[in-house]
């Protein structure tokens, strides 16, 4: 099936990570669908009411977690706590939508958003050091999970099934954020 073919729902797709990705795949020739915080629309939606459509296609789920499920900050409980349940319904589904549908998940770290946000079109630039702590020596963007998540519902990576893919310059393996 060619990429102009595809389809790509996008929840969250508003705004910062998930309006990257709408636009990453549409600019690819996805067709691209996306709701955000709208609840009543979203009680329709996720994944649930997805599989047989999924199954169908043979199509791919990726979820959106968080760096937050890896390490944490004071008082961030219920916020490692969901970002972890995420990573864990990751894998389950992964095996229980297997073979038919692939599910994976990204843990994005710090991601530059604040020009996706809406509001204001000035953003103040980060500074060296918030460049600089990062081992990659950048702060990540939207496009780049975008990216990731292109890579994850390709047909290249067809035997990539049930992970967490860490997306974040590297955070994770130095175990600490300078102020």
């Not at 939207?142 to 292109?150: K, M, N, Q, S, Y």
Request: hydrophobic residues 40%; negative net charge.
């Amino acid at each position: 099936m060619e990429s102009t073919q595809r389809v790509a729902l996008v929840t969250g797709g508003a705004k910062g990570i998930g309006r990257g990705i709408v636009l990453h795949l549409a600019a690819a020739g996805w067709k691209v669908v996306f709701c955000d915080t709208d609840q009543a629309a979203g009680e329709q939606l996720v994944t649930k009411h997805a599989v047989p459509h999924l199954r169908h296609t043979r199509g791919a789920i990726v979820n959106m977690a968080s760096t937050r499920a890896l390490q944490s900050e004071p008082d961030t409980e219920a916020y490692a706590a969901t970002k972890g349940g995420i990573v864990a319904l990751t894998h389950a589904l992964a095996v229980s939508l297997g073979p038919n549908i692939r599910v994976n998940c990204i843990s994005p770290g710090w991601i530059d958003t604040r020009a996706w946000q809406g509001g204001s079109d000035e953003v103040e630039a980060l500074s060296q050091a918030d460049h600089h702590q990062h081992p990659a020596g950048r702060v990540g963007t939207p496009e780049d999970i975008a990216a990731l998540v292109a890579y994850l519902i390709s047909p290249q990576a067809s035997f990539i099934t049930g992970q967490n893919v860490v997306a974040d310059g590297g955070m994770v393996r130095k175990m600490i954020y300078e102020e």
